[in-house]
């Protein structure tokens, strides 16, 4: 699980995923990031290069951990909007 603000969410996903899995002998993988932190959509960010490689691997049938993100960004109530 990472923050969508920290700067090794690839390497989380790439190397440091796949050796907890090996050294659990998981037979399930999940990477779960959380956004808390907008972001300039004109800027690429390491969350979206994820989600680039995440789906190319899904599209290639390739073995990949499963991907949640979670948007956990903080939004005015609705009953208080005017």
């Given at each position: 699980m990472k923050k969508?603000?920290?700067d090794n969410i690839l390497k989380g996903y790439v190397k440091q995923l796949e050796a907890?899995?090996?050294g659990e002998k998981a037979f399930a993988c999940y990477?779960?990031?959380?956004i808390v932190k907008k972001t300039?959509?004109?800027t690429e960010t390491q969350l979206d290069i994820l989600k680039k490689q995440y789906e190319e691997?899904?599209?290639?049938g390739e073995d990949c951990?499963?991907?949640f993100i979670?948007?956990?960004l903080?939004?005015?109530s609705p009953s208080k909007l005017k």
């Open positions: 969508s603000n920290n907890y899995k090996e990477y779960v990031v959380v300039d959509p004109k691997k899904m599209k290639n951990p499963k991907l979670i948007d956990g903080i939004y005015p």
